[in-house]
């Protein structure tokens, strides 16, 4: 086969995107040479390497085979240019980061203080649902993964970055929230807005609901904290949330913590990868700094 270093990238591009266009946009080219590019890459393996479908593209077999070859070139390359950057002062380089939408919450002012301090470094970064990372993490489509409740099925490096705390809220206006501990099975008239199946939040308080032998009549199932602290100050039910979402306050936005029997829940952000994989220099300073920066916050 002959197959350049940068078609490769183009179809590792194709198979992040699922778009001709995308890619090519990505790796800054033409889609109709984008397009000769990918033709030449199937000439070259000699069998069909994706599809359209709806204008959109699946890979096959063969074709994810591949995606998964030229990710592993490419992620070894990026190892050796960093390696090189680090012994000249790790001035420069790319860093990919993938987190649950709650980190939302505090990721951004972390990548901030880090890229002063490296101007020259690009971060890419993703905020997904926990199953979106998930997915991430075991295509090791990333450097590092920042998650609660990480998969307990996957060999990881794992470091325990901060506290997590799951609490509930309730209108800032319902008497609920003037009294002192209430027991959560005193709740059990009342109507639940939680975080989606999967979500970490929603993992926390499933598991806590059924040690409690508790059935929360659920009135919401809904993907953002936003959307849950938005339908609770408008009075449809109860919520669970990570108190990060409220920026660590008892109130906000016509919400307020509820002081129940057993919340907050102890849960963590974690900082992961896969065990086998070798870090770079650039995502292992990321990640000191992601740990001193914590510590001196909470220090």
């Given at each position: 086969?002959?197959?350049?270093?940068?078609?490769?990238?183009?179809?590792?591009a194709l198979?992040?995107?699922?778009?001709?266009?995308?890619?090519a946009?990505?790796?800054h080219?033409?889609?109709?040479?984008?397009?000769?590019?990918?033709?030449?890459v199937?000439?070259s393996?000699?069998?069909?390497?994706?599809?359209v479908?709806?204008?959109?593209?699946?890979?096959t077999?063969?074709?994810?085979?591949?995606?998964?070859?030229a990710?592993?070139?490419?992620?070894?390359?990026?190892?050796?240019?960093?390696?090189?950057?680090?012994?000249?002062?790790?001035?420069?380089?790319?860093l990919?980061?993938?987190?649950?939408s709650?980190?939302?919450?505090?990721?951004?002012?972390?990548?901030?203080?880090?890229?002063?301090?490296?101007p020259?470094?690009?971060?890419?970064?993703?905020?997904?649902?926990?199953?979106?990372?998930?997915q991430?993490?075991?295509?090791?489509m990333?450097d590092?993964y920042?998650?609660?409740?990480?998969?307990?099925?996957?060999?990881?490096?794992?470091?325990?970055?901060?506290?997590?705390?799951?609490?509930?809220?309730?209108?800032?206006?319902?008497?609920?929230t003037?009294?002192?501990r209430?027991?959560?099975?005193?709740?059990?008239?009342r109507?639940?807005?939680?975080?989606?199946?999967?979500s970490?939040?929603?993992?926390?308080?499933?598991?806590?609901?059924?040690?409690?032998?508790f059935r929360?009549?659920v009135?919401?199932?809904?993907?953002?904290n936003?959307?849950?602290k938005e339908s609770?100050?408008?009075?449809?039910?109860?919520?669970?949330v990570?108190?990060?979402?409220?920026?660590?306050?008892?109130?906000?936005?016509?919400?307020?913590v509820?002081?129940i029997d057993?919340?907050?829940?102890?849960?963590?952000?974690?900082?992961v990868?896969?065990?086998?994989?070798?870090?770079?220099p650039?995502a292992?300073?990321f990640?000191?700094h992601?740990?001193?920066?914590?510590?001196g916050?909470?220090?």
């Amino acid at each position: 086969m002959n197959i350049t270093f940068r078609q490769l990238r183009l179809f590792l591009a194709l198979a992040d995107t699922h778009s001709v266009s995308a890619a090519a946009k990505m790796m800054h080219v033409t889609q109709p040479t984008a397009s000769m590019q990918l033709k030449e890459v199937t000439q070259s393996v000699g069998l069909p390497l994706y599809e359209v479908i709806s204008k959109k593209i699946y890979l096959t077999d063969v074709g994810k085979e591949l995606a998964a070859t030229a990710r592993t070139v490419a992620q070894a390359w990026d190892l050796f240019e960093q390696n090189v950057d680090a012994s000249k002062g790790l001035s420069r380089g790319k860093l990919r980061v993938a987190v649950v939408s709650t980190a939302k919450y505090f990721m951004p002012r972390l990548i901030g203080s880090f890229c002063t301090q490296y101007p020259a470094i690009d971060i890419a970064l993703e905020i997904l649902n926990r199953d979106g990372v998930v997915q991430r993490l075991r295509e090791n489509m990333d450097d590092l993964y920042i998650m609660s409740m990480p998969p307990a099925d996957m060999d990881l490096g794992d470091d325990v970055l901060m506290p997590n705390p799951i609490v509930v809220i309730a209108p800032t206006s319902d008497p609920i929230t003037k009294r002192n501990r209430v027991s959560l099975h005193a709740l059990a008239d009342r109507r639940f807005i939680l975080r989606e199946k999967g979500s970490g939040t929603r993992m926390a308080g499933d598991q806590f609901f059924r040690k409690m032998k508790f059935r929360p009549d659920v009135r919401l199932e809904l993907g953002s904290n936003e959307a849950i602290k938005e339908s609770v100050a408008g009075g449809l039910g109860l919520g669970l949330v990570s108190r990060h979402a409220l920026h660590g306050r008892q109130k906000e936005h016509g919400v307020s913590v509820i002081d129940i029997d057993g919340f907050p829940l102890p849960s963590a952000w974690h900082i992961v990868h896969p065990a086998s994989k070798k870090l770079s220099p650039l995502a292992l300073a990321f990640k000191m700094h992601l740990i001193k920066e914590i510590h001196g916050v909470r220090s």
